[in-house]
């Protein structure tokens, strides 16, 4: 029986690369083939879905096919690289140490090892999935003799779009008719959150003087979302921007909901999963073109070519004004969103993987 | 895209890249009428530098990394034990006591030699900034470059006289503050092999129109990269006169060792009385230091092992003529006459020669 298992560092809920872990697993189980998780380690919720991968010689089997997410430095990749098993990369990027080297030491020394796990595990695969040709180039780079571009697994239809009334509510009452520009990603150097202030204050002194940004993501670099928010502070912005992080699916549907435009100034996006989000929930996007965001985006949004904040506060201004442009784009979101579509990106990844695996049954 | 043609696509691009240069016209535009004043955007990003480590600056700097490294000493042995299930939260609740008395020993140790290390930065930031606030209370403007007199060196009095300490060398030499490079000319003419630095491009245009070999440097820059006693003779004359204390003292280094054993220093300079008459007030103010009074510069090179040959006294001559002895009174007005002769009208300038010895 065709066998594919899967590694990655960490299982978390309410993750996309915890999500697409386990979606690709119920989907090769789905195709009648054997398929496991192996983690280094497992949030409390998900204990029961993964098994460590110091195990994974005891089960080994004749025939499998061992599938790596990749995404940070881990011991799984030191694991895999001594495994006589054929191995799959599926790269989902890992952030240049550049980014960091200005606030967070342990972080430079953590993706620098992640980069030299990349660079040691490419040539050593025998094929390298990528969720954008961005992140594929990489891989070619480093030396993976085959690569394949296959999005991220993400099922935006599964919460069928949640919105939390409640919470848009409170949401619209705190800011009016202001204009709010909305970012999601995670509070890190690489998203420059710092531009998104600068932007604002621009937008604020030439069109809406009310207008607010609203921040969602977790704080992973301390010091860098501590400097950007004392930043904000000292261009008078304190009030007018604001942070949510933890949020439920249906308050972070409200979120997008509540924002007219969608706002990412990122400098470094291996895929960029929000701007999918973006677009489900029919909020124009105005984003740099950086990374892999141009090939994610296609025509379903402004793409910048610089981060400047009179281009980025003109942009936002024009979408606002226009609203023939603001449904084009929206209508180009939602054409878009098709090429993401789950079931097709599992079909995608079953086909992928069973190439692999010589499997003689492929999933309709 | 699915339902989309070839056309509708290259249509949607084709009207994005309109909308695209609309938007930066409309960025020409407020930049234009001064709703965007010129280098804005600069000072956005400048300001957010001052939040990053690598942005803060000085005192600031230092005091954010001590407060870090004070925030780091802090090792809180109380972990976590929240867990989603019941049984998971009692385990580390019994893990957590029955390591506590064993953690807490250990912790306690490392975080007063955390604290120890701490309490040293601490010392050490207090005494830096003690430092920081001494300097800066001897900081003193820049001089505008435009008020710093013009010197041609060539056509001085002392050029004769350099030329004639000079000669005989056969290590190169620099003339420091070259201007025109009349004088690099003279030296060259009278058989030394010589070349100028000066840091202005602008006065040393002629110079290199004439193929004169200078360069556009300081001399204190010029002799930082120059090796070990390469030099056989320097010629200090310029902006040298009223180098801050530590400057003149990092240039004598400088000369000393890069002067051969035996080579020779020859120094110009204004004297104090007659540097204050000459200069305008703003230099007079502005001027980081003063210049020396020759005996000054002979007790500095003396106890840096130079043998001073000879100290000549020339420059401006407007000296108040004495009146006949015959006058009535002629002794006294004479003594006058001397008086301010000597302190404003005295010769104001001063070539010291020197040799190094050791």
């Not at chain 1, 200005?102 to 090892?113: F, G, R």
């Not at chain 1, 999935?129 to 992140?135: L, P, Q, V, Y």
């Not at chain 2, 609740?93 to 490392?110: A, D, P, S």
Request: charged fraction near 25%; include cysteine.
């Amino acid at each position: 029986m065709t066998a594919v298992h899967q590694f990655v560092p960490a299982l978390l809920p309410r993750d996309a690369t915890g999500d697409h872990t386990r979606a690709l697993r119920d989907a090769f189980r789905a195709a009648g083939w054997e398929s496991e998780i192996y983690v280094e380690a497992a949030h409390d919720e998900l204990q029961h879905e993964a098994t460590y991968f110091e195990k994974y010689p005891a089960k080994a089997r004749p025939g499998d096919v061992l599938l790596y997410q990749l995404g940070t430095s881990s011991p799984v990749a030191e694991f895999l690289l001594g495994r006589p098993e054929p191995l799959v990369l599926d790269y989902h990027n890992v952030t240049p140490e550049s980014f960091y080297e200005a606030w967070e030491e342990h972080t430079v020394a953590k993706v620098a090892l992640a980069r030299r796990q990349v660079a040691e595990l490419a040539p050593r695969a025998i094929l390298g999935i990528a969720d954008s040709a961005f992140n594929a180039r990489e891989l070619t780079e480093l030396g993976c003799p085959a690569t394949e571009v296959v999005p991220i697994l993400v099922d935006l239809d599964a919460d069928g779009g949640a919105v939390d009334d409640a919470e848009l509510a409170r949401l619209s009452a705190r800011h009016g008719t202001a204009t709010v520009l909305l970012f999601v990603g995670r509070i890190s150097p690489n998203k420059s959150h710092e531009h998104l202030v600068a932007a604002l204050w621009t937008y604020r002194h030439l069109y809406d003087p009310d207008a607010r940004l609203h921040l969602v993501g977790p704080t992973v670099t301390p010091d860098y979302a501590a400097a950007v928010f004392a930043y904000a502070d000292e261009l008078g912005l304190a009030d007018a921007v604001h942070h949510g992080e933890g949020l439920t699916t249906g308050q972070l549907g409200a979120w997008y909901e509540d924002a007219d435009v969608f706002v990412c100034l990122s400098r470094h996006e291996g895929f960029c999963i929000p701007l999918l989000e973006a677009m489900r929930a029919g909020t124009p996007i105005v984003a740099l073109d950086a990374g892999a965001v141009a090939e994610t985006l296609s025509d379903a949004g402004i793409l910048l070519p610089t981060a400047r904040p009179a281009t980025v506060a003109a942009a936002v201004d024009r979408v606002r004004r226009d609203r023939r442009l603001a449904d084009l784009l929206v209508a180009a979101g939602h054409r878009r969103l098709g090429d993401f579509a789950a079931r097709r990106t599992r079909e995608r990844f079953v086909e992928v993987l069973g190439r692999v695996a010589g499997a003689d049954r492929v999933m309709a | 895209m699915p339902g989309d043609t070839a056309t509708d696509v290259a249509e949607r691009i084709r009207y994005l890249d309109e909308v695209m240069a609309e938007i930066d016209a409309e960025v020409r535009r407020r930049r234009a009428s001064g709703d965007l004043p010129a280098g804005l955007e600069r000072e956005l990003d400048e300001l957010f530098l001052e939040f990053s480590p690598v942005g803060l600056q000085g005192r600031a700097r230092l005091r954010e990394t001590l407060a870090l490294v004070d925030g780091a000493a802090y090792i809180d042995i109380a972990v976590p034990t929240a867990s989603n299930k019941a049984v998971g939260s009692y385990v580390k609740r019994l893990i957590r006591k029955g390591l506590g008395w064993y953690m807490n020993f250990v912790v306690t140790q490392i975080v007063k030699s955390a604290w120890s290390v701490s309490r040293m930065f601490h010392v050490l930031v207090d005494h830096v900034e003690d430092l920081e606030a001494a300097v800066e209370a001897h900081r003193s403007p820049d001089l505008p470059a435009d008020v710093i007199p013009d010197a041609l060196p060539g056509e001085a009095w002392w050029a004769a006289a350099t030329a004639d300490a000079l000669r005989g060398t056969t290590d190169r030499v620099v003339v420091a503050d070259c201007g025109d490079g009349a004088l690099v000319e003279a030296l060259i003419a009278a058989g030394i092999d010589t070349y100028g630095v000066d840091p202005s491009d602008l006065v040393l245009e002629p110079a290199l129109s004439r193929g004169v070999d200078v360069r556009a440097e300081g001399i204190v820059d010029h002799l930082g990269v120059v090796a070990g006693e390469a030099l056989g003779g320097i010629v200090l004359t310029g902006s040298v006169q009223w180098l801050r204390p530590n400057e003149r003292e990092h240039l004598l280094e400088l000369v000393t060792t890069r002067l051969t054993v035996g080579g020779t220093l020859v120094l110009h300079s204004t004297t104090p009385e007659g540097w204050a008459s000459s200069v305008t007030p703003v230099v007079r103010d502005l001027a980081p230091g003063r210049p020396l009074h020759a005996e000054t510069w002979v007790h500095l090179l003396a106890s840096r092992g130079f043998d001073v040959a000879d100290t000549v006294r020339g420059g401006t001559d407007r000296r108040l003529s004495r009146i006949d002895t015959g006058t009535a009174d002629a002794d006294t007005v004479n003594a006058a006459i001397d008086t301010i002769n000597d302190l404003l009208l005295g010769p104001t300038e001063y070539l010291v020669v020197a040799t190094r010895t050791r």
